[in-house]
């Protein structure tokens, strides 16, 4: 329960924040609210129907429009992250409340994963590991290597950008498709294509960093992969959906694809029996792209930085206003 002699009280919908947020909060005069071990939907609803919350930090749990609705003293919503899709944006926007959110705070942790997968589907890691841990040292000689080869990439944002830094170090040819992204916006020598197709009919390395929006969902299907080189790589670190799921099973068994290293699965957890686990040319993690401490405190302090900005009065810079019709042309909201 909030306290009584805090300025503003804001709700954090999750049992923790990392450090600066609670004490950039807490300096700034805020009582902050956590979620107890139950991390539910029906926590933040009541909290939100029955208690003056101010400021709401919005991690993963849904923000509807009858619980945004229920909290009149609410000013603003500082969504933890980038994807809003937990958060009624429209029902915010008509209630006039300021959303905001922290574009690129994670990205650093997101594009060295992408590289870890990329490397690992290359050389197959996890499996040679397995092999020496159980007492067997087969030095196979079927490695890919990455240096000469080109990378395509899907989406040239906060995190496609340092991907295709990298992977220009590492001595890949970098060729991206991104329609809101100019040839001369690009990182140095990486090629904008105009059409996916290009991009894809030459990519040993394809890697996914697009949103995941109606215009996404299933953009690499079955004919996308088969435009593909044979024995081409996928990496996808952006959202499961992106990939048609079966079609990509079926590329990598048939070995159209020679492997895949992915972060993100159509649905999370994966389940027990997905295809997708019985290859052994698929490594797999749990959504933890952005899941390192060095990210985890950069997106608490741009979250706890742009609801003090708003409760302030004070500018939130453009590219982390979610919804800039309730905000004026300086940034205030
Ligand atoms: N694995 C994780 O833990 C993790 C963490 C953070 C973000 N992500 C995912 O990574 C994605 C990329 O992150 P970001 O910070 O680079 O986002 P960003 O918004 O900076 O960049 C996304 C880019 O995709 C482009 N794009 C949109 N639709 C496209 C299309 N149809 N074809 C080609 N390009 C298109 C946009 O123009 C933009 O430049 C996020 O949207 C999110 O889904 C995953």
């Not at 049992?15 to 139950?38: K, Q």
């Not at 040292?137 to 906060?158: F, I, K, P």
């Not at 959906?241 to 290293?261: M, N, Q, T, Y």
Request: glycine letters at 8%; one cysteine or more; a negative charge.
């Amino acid at each position: 329960m909030p306290t009584e002699d805090a300025t503003y009280t804001v709700l954090v919908t999750w049992t923790d924040l990392a450090e600066p947020g609670p004490s950039m909060l807490r300096d700034a005069g805020c009582d902050v609210v956590f979620l107890t071990e139950t991390k539910d939907k029906a926590e933040v609803d009541k909290l939100l129907g029955t208690c003056e919350i101010d400021a709401v930090i919005s991690r993963t749990i849904e923000l509807d429009a009858d619980a945004l609705r229920s909290c009149p003293s609410l000013k603003v919503i500082s969504k933890h992250g980038v994807g809003v899709n937990n958060i009624d944006v429209d029902a915010a926007t008509a209630l006039c409340i300021p959303v905001t959110n922290t574009p690129g705070a994670n990205s650093q942790s997101v594009a060295e994963l992408t590289l870890g997968l990329m490397i690992t589907a290359a050389r197959r890691i996890p499996w040679l590991h397995d092999h020496v841990k159980h007492g067997r040292w087969r030095r196979v000689q079927d490695g890919y290597q990455l240096g000469g080869q080109t990378l395509g990439l899907v989406g040239l944002g906060q995190v496609g950008r340092r991907v295709a830094t990298a992977a220009r170090a590492l001595g890949m040819a970098v060729a991206v498709f991104d329609p809101a992204i100019a040839e001369d916006d690009a990182p140095p020598g990486v090629r904008v294509c105009g059409e996916l197709t290009d991009v894809l009919r030459m990519a040993n390395v394809l890697s996914l960093h697009v949103p995941l929006t109606d215009g996404t969902r299933g953009l690499i299907g079955r004919e996308q992969i088969d435009l593909l080189p044979d024995g081409s790589i996928i990496v996808n670190t952006s959202r499961g959906p992106v990939i048609h799921e079966p079609a990509l099973v079926d590329a990598l068994r048939s070995g159209k694809l020679r492997a895949a290293g992915l972060d993100t699965t159509a649905i999370e957890p994966i389940r027990p029996d997905d295809p997708l686990l019985e290859l052994e040319n698929v490594f797999i993690t749990p959504h933890i792209g952005g899941s390192t401490t060095a990210s985890a405190s950069a997106v608490a302090a741009a979250a706890a930085e742009n609801l003090l900005a708003v409760l302030r009065g004070a500018a939130v810079q453009l590219d982390r206003q979610v919804n800039p019709e309730v905000f004026d042309a300086r940034g205030r909201a």
